[in-house]
């Protein structure tokens, strides 16, 4: 009984650990290959900008009309998704409220 103990609680690690993290890994080697210049991304540290230039390891970013930052092309975590025009609580409007407009 206790030698069927440890290759069940090596195959739980696998499965609930090593598993998600690798696809993970591969879910966001996939996505690095698919960036291109002119996304909206946001990178590791919070940083939100505009993909101006890509290398095989170097992603320039768009931070603010004519600031550029040189980023590790590794570092972008996502895209930010558009906001559709509908949508009246855009967070880049502070004056938008779910309620209505202010009066």
């Given amino acids: 009984m206790n030698l069927l103990i440890l290759p069940v609680l090596l195959v739980l690690m696998y499965l609930l650990v090593i598993r998600p993290q690798q696809q993970r890994v591969r879910a966001h080697q996939s996505f690095l290959t698919t960036l291109a210049v002119g996304d909206d991304v946001i990178s590791n540290s919070g940083i939100y900008g505009r993909v101006t230039a890509l290398d095989e390891e170097v992603a320039t970013?768009?931070?603010?009309?004519?600031?550029?930052?040189?980023?590790?092309?590794?570092?972008?975590?996502?895209?930010?998704?558009?906001?559709?025009?509908?949508d009246p609580a855009d967070p880049a409007d502070p004056t938008a409220s779910v309620d209505g407009p202010r009066l």
């Fill in 61 to 86: 970013i768009e931070v603010a009309p004519g600031v550029q930052v040189r980023v590790a092309r590794v570092a972008i975590a996502r895209r930010v998704p558009e906001a559709s025009p509908a």
